[in-house]
C-alpha cells in the first residue's frame, strides 16, 4: 500500500471540510423545508436565507440559499475535473467507485435543478399554487437531501484512502 502524502492527507481534510459543511446546510435547509411545508411566511423564510447567509462559509459571499444548489454543482464540477481522472490514474480498481460517483453527480445536478426551479416559484401563485409549490419543494429537498448524503457517505467511503495516498491535484 502507498503511504500516504502531505499533499494527498490535506486534500482528504479538504474534502470531508467540505462534506461537512454540505452536510450541516443540507440539514438547515431541510428544516426550512419543514417550515415551508406548514405555511411559515414568506418573511420566515427570508430570515432563514439570511441566517445562512451571515453564519456560514458557504453562504458568507452568497445572496441567497439557492447558492447552495450552486455550491454543490461547482464541487461537483472540480471533482469531476481534477479529483476523478486522478483517482483512477492513481487507482485502476477504484474505477466502478468512480463510475458511481460521477453518475451520482448527474442524479445530484438534476434534483438541484428541481428544487431551484421549485424554489423559484414558491410565492408565484395564489394560495392554491403556492401549497402545491410548497409540497413539491419539500419533497424535492428530501430527495435532495437523502440522494446527497448517500453521495457523499460513498466518496468518504470508497475514494479517501486513495486521496490520502495522491500528489498534488495542480
Known amino acids: ?14 474534502l470531508l471540510w467540505v462534506h461537512d459543511l454540505i452536510r450541516r446546510d443540507l440539514e438547515t435547509v431541510q428544516g426550512l423545508s419543514r417550515e415551508v411545508a406548514e405555511g411559515v411566511s414568506g418573511e420566515r423564510v427570508r430570515a432563514a436565507i439570511a441566517d445562512l447567509r451571515t453564519r ?6 452568497k445572496v441567497n440559499c439557492l447558492h447552495f444548489c450552486e455550491f454543490v454543482h461547482h464541487h461537483h464540477s472540480l471533482e469531476s475535473a481534477m479529483l476523478f481522472p486522478a483517482l483512477r490514474r492513481a487507482d485502476p480498481e477504484l474505477g466502478p467507485a468512480v463510475d458511481r460517483l460521477e453518475s451520482d453527480h448527474r442524479r445530484v445536478a438534476e434534483l438541484l435543478g428541481r428544487v431551484e426551479s421549485l424554489a423559484g416559484e414558491l410565492g408565484g401563485g395564489g394560495v392554491d399554487d403556492d401549497a402545491a409549490v410548497r409540497a413539491e419543494l419539500v419533497a424535492a429537498l428530501d430527495g435532495l437531501g437523502s440522494h446527497l448524503l448517500e453521495h457523499l457517505d460513498l466518496a468518504e467511503n470508497s ?4 486521496i490520502r495516498t495522491m500528489p498534488a491535484l495542480w
Open 56 to 61: 456560514g462559509p458557504l453562504f458568507q459571499l
Open 159 to 162: 475514494v479517501l484512502a486513495t
Open 1 to 14: 500500500m502507498t503511504r500516504p502524502t502531505p499533499q494527498g492527507l490535506q486534500l482528504a481534510r479538504d
